[in-house]
Nanobody, 116 residues
């Protein structure tokens, strides 16, 4: 399984970015797709996750500003980030968890920097 994240960059507070994650070597059935982030000096934290047939789950800090979505046919996962804040600055990682093995796979990360 390989995950390739893209779409990060530098944006001013209040701006928007859309992250994309391309998955290969897997199907999108019986998996949980997620976005995590890690800020300097902090632990990696869950931002949002999505499972087919269920409502997405968001951390309190991004609820109402971020939207996770996926295109199973294209094996893509997206994170639309609106009204960005300086505290959203972090490296964002795409993650896949396979239900059958409970194994997690990580993308390489994409840097998001929000200036005040």
């Amino acid at each position: 399984v390989q995950l390739q994240a893209s779409g990060g960059g530098l944006v001013q507070a209040g701006g928007s970015l859309r992250l994309s994650c391309a998955a290969s070597g897997t199907t999108f059935s019986m998996v949980t797709m997620a976005w995590y982030r890690q800020a300097p000096g902090k632990e990696r934290e869950l931002v949002a996750n999505i499972v087919s047939g269920r409502d997405p789950n968001y951390s309190d800090s991004v609820q109402g500003r971020f939207t996770i979505s996926k295109d199973s046919a294209k094996k893509m996962v997206y994170l639309q980030m609106n009204n960005l804040k300086p505290e959203d600055t972090a490296v964002y990682y795409c993650n896949l968890r396979a239900w059958s093995t409970n194994r997690r796979y990580w993308g390489q990360g994409t840097q998001v920097t929000v200036s005040s």
